[in-house]
Protein backbone atom coordinates (compact mmCIF):
# COMPACT_ATOMS: atom_id res chain seq x y z
CA UNK A 1 0.00 0.00 0.00
CA UNK A 2 2.91 2.22 1.19
CA UNK A 3 5.04 1.73 -1.99
CA UNK A 4 1.92 2.00 -4.23
CA UNK A 5 1.18 5.29 -3.08
CA UNK A 6 4.76 6.34 -3.48
CA UNK A 7 5.03 5.42 -6.86
CA UNK A 8 1.87 7.25 -8.07
CA UNK A 9 3.17 10.59 -6.56
CA UNK A 10 6.05 10.56 -8.68
CA UNK A 11 4.17 10.03 -11.40
CA UNK A 12 1.90 12.79 -10.70
CA UNK A 13 4.94 15.12 -10.35
CA UNK A 14 6.36 14.22 -13.39
CA UNK A 15 3.49 14.33 -15.19
CA UNK A 16 2.50 17.46 -14.04
CA UNK A 17 5.61 19.34 -14.08
CA UNK A 18 6.50 18.45 -17.77
CA UNK A 19 3.28 19.51 -19.02
CA UNK A 20 3.36 23.40 -20.18
CA UNK A 21 0.55 25.24 -18.26
CA UNK A 22 -3.09 25.57 -19.59
CA UNK A 23 -4.06 28.54 -21.54
CA UNK A 24 -7.71 29.25 -19.69
CA UNK A 25 -9.89 32.37 -19.87
CA UNK A 26 -10.55 33.93 -16.09
CA UNK A 27 -14.33 35.03 -15.58
CA UNK A 28 -15.04 38.08 -15.65
CA UNK A 29 -17.78 40.73 -14.87
CA UNK A 30 -17.96 43.99 -16.46
CA UNK A 31 -19.92 47.03 -15.95
CA UNK A 32 -20.36 50.46 -16.47
CA UNK A 33 -21.68 53.52 -14.94
CA UNK A 34 -21.51 57.21 -15.25
CA UNK A 35 -18.28 58.02 -14.50
CA UNK A 36 -16.43 54.82 -15.68
CA UNK A 37 -16.07 51.47 -17.06
CA UNK A 38 -15.05 48.42 -14.49
CA UNK A 39 -13.73 45.27 -15.21
CA UNK A 40 -13.10 42.57 -12.55
CA UNK A 41 -11.26 39.18 -13.66
CA UNK A 42 -10.68 36.01 -11.46
CA UNK A 43 -7.14 35.37 -11.01
CA UNK A 44 -7.04 33.25 -8.13
CA UNK A 45 -2.87 32.10 -7.49
CA UNK A 46 -1.85 34.69 -9.52
CA UNK A 47 0.40 37.35 -7.71
CA UNK A 48 1.46 40.96 -8.38
CA UNK A 49 4.32 39.93 -10.00
CA UNK A 50 3.25 37.55 -12.23
CA UNK A 51 0.36 39.91 -13.60
CA UNK A 52 0.94 41.92 -17.24
CA UNK A 53 -1.97 44.61 -18.10
CA UNK A 54 -1.28 45.99 -21.65
CA UNK A 55 -3.42 48.38 -23.58
CA UNK A 56 -2.16 48.19 -27.14
CA UNK A 57 -4.81 50.64 -29.28
CA UNK A 58 -7.97 49.06 -28.36
CA UNK A 59 -7.56 45.94 -27.17
CA UNK A 60 -6.82 45.47 -22.87
CA UNK A 61 -4.65 42.16 -22.50
CA UNK A 62 -4.43 40.59 -19.35
CA UNK A 63 -1.90 37.62 -18.51
CA UNK A 64 -1.60 35.96 -15.20
CA UNK A 65 0.41 32.86 -14.31
CA UNK A 66 -1.51 31.48 -11.53
CA UNK A 67 0.32 28.61 -9.56
CA UNK A 68 -1.76 26.56 -6.69
CA UNK A 69 0.15 23.46 -4.75
CA UNK A 70 2.81 25.14 -5.83
CA UNK A 71 4.83 23.92 -2.85
CA UNK A 72 3.43 20.81 -2.50
CA UNK A 73 6.68 18.88 -2.99
CA UNK A 74 6.46 15.58 -1.01
CA UNK A 75 2.67 15.59 -1.05
CA UNK A 76 0.41 13.44 -3.38
CA UNK A 77 -1.52 15.02 -5.66
CA UNK A 78 -4.63 13.26 -4.11
CA UNK A 79 -7.41 14.69 -5.83
CA UNK A 80 -6.62 18.54 -8.30
CA UNK A 81 -9.22 20.46 -10.09
CA UNK A 82 -7.28 23.48 -10.12
CA UNK A 83 -3.32 23.33 -11.57
CA UNK A 84 -1.03 25.67 -12.65
CA UNK A 85 -2.65 27.60 -15.92
CA UNK A 86 -2.22 30.85 -17.55
CA UNK A 87 -5.11 33.39 -17.44
CA UNK A 88 -5.26 35.10 -20.24
CA UNK A 89 -8.41 37.83 -21.72
CA UNK A 90 -8.50 40.49 -24.18
CA UNK A 91 -11.31 43.10 -24.21
CA UNK A 92 -12.05 45.79 -26.64
CA UNK A 93 -12.31 48.60 -24.78
CA UNK A 94 -14.47 51.96 -25.60
CA UNK A 95 -12.69 54.76 -27.46
CA UNK A 96 -14.25 57.35 -24.68
CA UNK A 97 -11.98 56.38 -22.10
CA UNK A 98 -9.25 58.03 -20.54
CA UNK A 99 -6.19 55.96 -21.27
CA UNK A 100 -3.47 57.43 -19.39
CA UNK A 101 -6.32 57.31 -16.24
CA UNK A 102 -6.66 53.24 -15.98
CA UNK A 103 -6.39 52.28 -12.62
CA UNK A 104 -5.88 48.20 -11.46
CA UNK A 105 -5.89 46.69 -8.17
CA UNK A 106 -5.32 43.08 -7.26
CA UNK A 107 -6.75 41.72 -4.19
CA UNK A 108 -7.95 38.19 -2.91
CA UNK A 109 -7.19 37.17 -6.51
CA UNK A 110 -9.73 39.54 -7.88
CA UNK A 111 -8.37 42.10 -10.64
CA UNK A 112 -10.48 44.76 -10.81
CA UNK A 113 -9.93 47.45 -13.39
CA UNK A 114 -11.29 51.09 -13.65
CA UNK A 115 -11.49 53.03 -17.00
CA UNK A 116 -12.20 56.46 -16.38
CA UNK A 117 -14.72 58.03 -18.83
CA UNK A 118 -13.66 61.04 -20.56
CA UNK A 119 -15.39 64.15 -20.04
CA UNK A 120 -17.13 64.62 -22.83
CA UNK A 121 -18.51 61.17 -23.47
CA UNK A 122 -20.81 61.16 -19.65
CA UNK A 123 -24.00 61.49 -20.34
CA UNK A 124 -25.55 65.31 -20.55
CA UNK A 125 -29.20 66.14 -19.24
CA UNK A 126 -31.48 67.55 -22.06
CA UNK A 127 -34.25 69.18 -21.18
CA UNK A 128 -37.33 68.18 -22.87
CA UNK A 129 -39.63 70.71 -23.47
CA UNK A 130 -43.46 69.57 -23.43
CA UNK A 131 -45.91 71.76 -25.59
CA UNK B 1 -7.27 5.92 -6.84
CA UNK B 2 -7.76 8.24 -3.94
CA UNK B 3 -9.80 10.06 -6.04
CA UNK B 4 -12.61 8.19 -4.67
CA UNK B 5 -11.21 9.40 -0.81
CA UNK B 6 -13.41 12.82 -1.62
CA UNK B 7 -16.80 13.17 -1.75
CA UNK B 8 -18.18 15.77 -4.10
CA UNK B 9 -21.54 16.46 -3.35
CA UNK B 10 -21.58 19.95 -5.29
CA UNK B 11 -24.62 22.09 -4.55
CA UNK B 12 -21.98 24.92 -6.36
CA UNK B 13 -23.09 23.48 -10.05
CA UNK B 14 -25.46 26.08 -10.26
CA UNK B 15 -24.02 28.55 -12.61
CA UNK B 16 -25.00 32.34 -12.25
CA UNK B 17 -28.25 32.27 -14.24
CA UNK B 18 -27.82 35.88 -15.15
CA UNK B 19 -24.51 35.24 -16.89
CA UNK B 20 -25.88 34.54 -19.86
CA UNK B 21 -27.98 37.76 -20.63
CA UNK B 22 -24.57 39.76 -20.56
CA UNK B 23 -22.27 38.86 -23.20
CA UNK B 24 -20.11 41.97 -24.41
CA UNK B 25 -18.38 44.21 -23.94
CA UNK B 26 -19.91 47.65 -26.28
CA UNK B 27 -18.46 47.06 -29.17
CA UNK B 28 -16.30 44.22 -27.87
CA UNK B 29 -15.38 40.40 -28.47
CA UNK B 30 -15.22 39.60 -25.21
CA UNK B 31 -18.06 36.43 -24.52
CA UNK B 32 -19.29 33.57 -22.24
CA UNK B 33 -17.26 30.91 -24.34
CA UNK B 34 -14.29 28.92 -23.29
CA UNK B 35 -14.97 30.30 -19.16
CA UNK B 36 -12.46 27.94 -17.53
CA UNK B 37 -14.23 26.05 -14.60
CA UNK B 38 -17.63 24.95 -14.76
CA UNK B 39 -17.53 24.51 -10.34
CA UNK B 40 -17.61 27.72 -8.59
CA UNK B 41 -14.75 26.31 -5.81
CA UNK B 42 -12.09 23.85 -7.08
CA UNK B 43 -10.65 22.19 -5.03
CA UNK B 44 -7.15 20.67 -4.46
CA UNK B 45 -6.09 18.16 -1.87
CA UNK B 46 -2.41 17.05 -0.83
CA UNK B 47 -1.31 14.37 0.90
CA UNK B 48 1.60 14.04 2.71
CA UNK B 49 2.61 11.54 5.89
CA UNK B 50 1.73 14.08 8.59
CA UNK B 51 -0.83 16.14 7.23
CA UNK B 52 -3.41 17.29 4.17
CA UNK B 53 -3.68 20.31 2.86
CA UNK B 54 -6.88 21.20 1.35
CA UNK B 55 -6.92 24.16 -1.17
CA UNK B 56 -10.28 25.95 -2.09
CA UNK B 57 -10.51 28.50 -5.08
CA UNK B 58 -12.53 31.35 -4.81
CA UNK B 59 -11.24 34.72 -5.44
CA UNK B 60 -12.74 37.55 -4.48
CA UNK B 61 -14.23 37.55 -1.06
CA UNK B 62 -12.87 37.88 2.22
CA UNK B 63 -11.82 35.71 5.11
CA UNK B 64 -14.80 36.03 7.43
CA UNK B 65 -16.95 34.78 4.54
CA UNK B 66 -15.17 31.21 4.52
CA UNK B 67 -16.74 28.94 7.49
CA UNK B 68 -14.91 25.37 7.84
CA UNK B 69 -16.07 22.74 10.00
CA UNK B 70 -14.66 19.53 10.69
CA UNK B 71 -16.91 16.65 12.28
CA UNK B 72 -14.45 13.40 12.52
CA UNK B 73 -12.89 12.85 9.66
CA UNK B 74 -15.10 14.94 7.81
CA UNK B 75 -14.22 18.32 6.39
CA UNK B 76 -16.92 20.95 5.10
CA UNK B 77 -16.39 23.79 3.50
CA UNK B 78 -18.80 26.69 2.61
CA UNK B 79 -18.52 30.76 1.57
CA UNK B 80 -20.13 33.29 0.79
CA UNK B 81 -21.61 35.35 -2.41
CA UNK B 82 -19.29 37.11 -4.95
CA UNK B 83 -19.83 40.43 -2.46
CA UNK B 84 -22.07 43.02 -2.76
CA UNK B 85 -24.39 43.27 -4.88
CA UNK B 86 -24.08 46.53 -7.11
CA UNK B 87 -26.41 49.64 -6.77
CA UNK B 88 -28.69 50.82 -9.36
CA UNK B 89 -26.70 52.94 -11.32
CA UNK B 90 -24.54 50.39 -12.69
CA UNK B 91 -25.05 48.73 -16.07
CA UNK B 92 -23.67 45.43 -16.45
CA UNK B 93 -22.15 44.38 -19.89
CA UNK B 94 -20.94 41.26 -18.45
CA UNK B 95 -21.65 39.02 -15.39
CA UNK B 96 -20.06 35.94 -15.09
CA UNK B 97 -18.48 35.61 -11.38
CA UNK B 98 -20.96 33.05 -10.01
CA UNK B 99 -22.90 35.04 -6.97
CA UNK B 100 -24.09 31.65 -5.48
CA UNK B 101 -22.52 30.06 -2.09
CA UNK B 102 -20.71 26.71 -2.27
CA UNK B 103 -20.13 24.18 -0.39
CA UNK B 104 -17.72 21.06 -0.43
CA UNK B 105 -16.78 18.04 1.28
CA UNK B 106 -13.66 16.28 1.88
CA UNK B 107 -13.48 13.05 3.60
CA UNK B 108 -10.30 12.93 5.83
CA UNK B 109 -7.44 9.62 5.11
CA UNK B 110 -6.95 9.90 8.75
CA UNK B 111 -8.11 11.41 12.33
CA UNK B 112 -6.44 15.02 12.38
CA UNK B 113 -5.52 17.17 15.36
CA UNK B 114 -8.27 19.66 15.56
CA UNK B 115 -6.72 22.24 17.34
CA UNK B 116 -3.78 22.31 15.02
CA UNK B 117 -5.49 23.03 11.99
CA UNK B 118 -4.20 26.77 9.94
CA UNK B 119 -6.09 28.15 7.67
CA UNK B 120 -5.16 31.14 5.43
CA UNK B 121 -6.48 32.80 2.45
CA UNK B 122 -4.32 34.34 -0.44
CA UNK B 123 -4.26 35.43 -3.82
CA UNK B 124 -8.28 34.14 -3.86
CA UNK B 125 -7.20 30.50 -2.24
CA UNK B 126 -8.04 28.82 1.17
CA UNK B 127 -5.38 26.87 1.83
CA UNK B 128 -6.20 24.70 5.27
CA UNK B 129 -3.66 22.01 6.57
CA UNK B 130 -4.47 19.16 8.66
CA UNK B 131 -2.05 17.88 10.66
CA UNK B 132 -2.35 13.78 11.50
CA UNK B 133 -3.58 13.59 15.38
CA UNK B 134 -0.65 11.66 16.75
CA UNK B 135 -2.94 8.57 17.89
CA UNK B 136 -3.25 7.78 14.23
CA UNK B 137 -0.04 7.95 12.97
CA UNK B 138 1.34 4.01 12.38
CA UNK B 139 3.34 2.77 14.88
CA UNK B 140 6.10 0.07 14.48
CA UNK B 141 5.83 -2.53 16.74
CA UNK B 142 9.66 -4.39 17.22
CA UNK B 143 9.53 -7.92 16.41
CA UNK B 144 11.74 -9.95 19.19
CA UNK B 145 13.59 -12.91 17.63
CA UNK B 146 14.39 -15.55 19.51
CA UNK B 147 11.32 -16.79 20.71
CA UNK B 148 8.32 -18.38 18.52
CA UNK B 149 8.77 -16.50 15.28
CA UNK B 150 6.71 -13.56 14.45
CA UNK B 151 5.48 -12.62 10.71
CA UNK B 152 4.15 -9.77 9.29
CA UNK B 153 3.84 -6.28 8.56
CA UNK B 154 3.44 -3.88 11.61
CA UNK B 155 3.36 -0.65 9.73
CA UNK B 156 -0.24 -0.06 9.55
CA UNK B 157 -1.42 -0.91 13.28
CA UNK B 158 -2.39 1.71 15.21
CA UNK B 159 -3.41 2.27 18.80
CA UNK B 160 -7.50 3.08 17.90
CA UNK B 161 -10.23 0.98 19.92
CA UNK B 162 -12.91 2.48 18.04
CA UNK B 163 -13.71 0.68 14.62
CA UNK B 164 -11.91 2.70 12.08
CA UNK B 165 -14.06 5.31 9.70
CA UNK B 166 -11.70 5.09 6.68
CA UNK B 167 -13.36 4.06 3.64
CA UNK B 168 -12.68 1.04 1.36
CA UNK B 169 -10.14 2.50 -0.73
CA UNK B 170 -7.61 2.27 1.95
CA UNK B 171 -6.92 -1.13 2.03
CA UNK B 172 -8.20 -2.44 -1.13
CA UNK B 173 -6.38 -1.82 -5.10
CA UNK B 174 -2.97 -2.61 -4.28
CA UNK B 175 -0.91 -3.65 -7.57
Sequence with gaps: METTLNASRR??????????????????????????????????????????????????????????????????RAHEEHASVVYRRSFKVPAEIRRDAIEADLSNGLLTLTLPKSDDSKPRTIPVRVS | MPWSLFDRIESELLRDPFAELFSGFPGGRSRRSGTPHSVIAPLNVRLGDDDVIVEVVRPGLRPEDFEIALEENKLRISGGDGGPEPSEDVRYHLRERPRARFERYVSLPYRVDADRVEATYELGVLRIRLPRAESDKPRTIPIRTGTPAIEGRAERVTERTDAPTASPEETSTED
Design chain 1, 11 to 76: NDERAADSAPPRRVQPRADVWETEAAFFIALELPGVAQPDLTIELEKEVLTVEGISHTGRDAEGYE
